[in-house]
């Protein structure tokens, strides 16, 4: 039966009581003093509210190192611990900050191109500074509400989304492992609505763009916006070509694209015999790259970007390349596959892509030809 344990109680139980007897405590139930041969404890036993109808039983101290008070304030902590489902004998991992969740996110995805580790790592630097030191399920809708506001406010919509867009990927990762309350980037944002750029060079402009391409002094840099314009490549990628990934015939493996894929990009006509013009310009450098730089630190020409004699973006090219592919008529499962663009039909990934390599090039030939016909215009 349950009494009322008091600390004069418990002392003359372990010196009296035969090893093996429990005594409970009628004010704190589930606390209950077991004794053994040399001494005596304190103990807790309830079930865990999560619908397995368990017992568990929890040691909380030895009767001669707590006292009866402290035991009754551990058994009512264990007690709702239990009501909620818990189990405490199983501790409780530390949630990540999140910070600590960018670092295991991005040491899980090793696939990721430095570009994107990068962009990552300047928006957990810069946007979501202020909830870098937070543990992820600290972190609440209000709090990411006000924060998605401000951001729209200071650097514009466009940011504010990509921030949000970040926090969310990494409490999710963070929720693989540990239970969390609903993403509040799911609950408590509206993302801004966001218009797709209209960068592709129209059929008017195109007579200009080669104008400016053709009076280009520096051969090099040409032959690189020549690259991009013509086959859609990513600039860094564009950049940091390598005569060796240039087979005998005309196509360049890009070992790692944005995407963390390597693949393999039949190049134009056009652009081929533009970089033998490259090769013989850069031969005294001998490096191994193909649009190299005697001047920067990697080797390789860089800060391709929009000037007053050449104003477009290089990522325009990207954007005239995919418009260009569809007024030529190329279909949408062969652009994707030129551009590197992920497909999310599972009929794609039956697609041998290393048995397309003569119709891509076909396709290539195409765009390029129908962009080429407005040179001189």
């Known amino acids: 039966m349950p009494?009322?344990?008091?600390?004069a109680a418990v002392e003359r139980a372990v010196k009296e009581r035969e090893p093996g007897s429990?005594?409970?405590?009628?004010?704190?139930?589930?606390?209950?003093l077991v004794v053994g041969r040399r001494g005596a404890s304190y103990k807790h036993v309830g079930r865990i509210n999560d619908g397995t109808g368990r017992y568990v039983s929890v040691t909380?101290?030895?009767?001669?190192?707590?006292?009866?008070?402290?035991?009754?304030?551990?058994?009512?902590?264990l007690r709702l611990a239990l009501r909620r489902g818990d189990d405490p004998r199983t501790p409780k991992a530390n949630v990540p900050t999140l910070t600590e969740a960018m670092e295991r996110y991005l040491d899980g995805r090793p696939d990721l191109s430095p570009e994107t580790v990068k962009w990552y790592?300047?928006?957990?630097?810069?946007?979501?500074?202020?909830?870098?030191k937070l543990p992820a399920d600290r972190i609440d809708r209000e709090q990411v509400r006000a924060l998605h506001e401000r951001l729209t406010r200071t650097v514009g919509a466009y940011g504010a989304n990509g921030a949000m867009r970040t926090l969310k990927l990494l409490l999710n990762d963070v929720a693989r492992t540990h239970d969390l309350p609903p993403n509040p980037v799911s609950r408590a944002v509206r993302m801004n609505r966001e218009e797709a750029r209209d960068w592709a060079v129209a059929p008017a402009e195109m007579p200009e763009l080669w104008r400016r391409l053709d009076a280009m002094n520096d051969r090099v840099r040409r032959a690189c916006w020549l690259l991009m314009l013509t086959t859609g490549l990513r600039c860094s990628n564009?950049?940091?070509?390598?005569?060796e990934h240039l087979d005998a015939d005309g196509v360049l493996l890009v070992p790692r694209a944005k995407s963390g894929r390597s693949f393999r990009l039949p190049l134009p006509r056009l652009v081929l015999q533009e970089l033998e013009e490259v090769r013989e310009v850069t031969r005294p450098l001998e490096s191994p790259f193909v649009f190299a730089s005697p001047s920067s630190t990697s080797g390789h020409v860089e800060q391709m970007r929009r000037t007053e004699a050449f104003p477009y973006a290089p990522h325009a090219m990207r954007h005239t390349y995919r418009t260009w592919a569809l007024e030529a008529g190329v279909d949408f499962q062969s652009v994707t596959m030129l551009m590197d663009h992920s497909n999310p039909h599972v009929?794609?990934?039956?697609?041998?892509?290393?048995h397309l390599t003569g119709h891509l090039r076909e396709c290539q030939e195409r765009v390029c030809a129908l962009m080429a016909s407005y040179r001189g215009r």
């Open 347 to 354: 009929s794609f990934n039956y697609v041998t892509r290393a």
């Open 3 to 7: 009494e009322r344990l008091t600390q």
């Open 60 to 77: 909380i101290g030895r009767a001669d190192d707590v006292s009866l008070r402290t035991a009754r304030e551990r058994s009512t902590e």
């Open 121 to 132: 790592r300047q928006k957990l630097a810069g946007p979501l500074k202020s909830l870098a």
């Open 238 to 243: 564009a950049r940091s070509v390598l005569w």
């Open 22 to 32: 429990q005594l409970y405590d009628g004010e704190s139930p589930g606390l209950r």
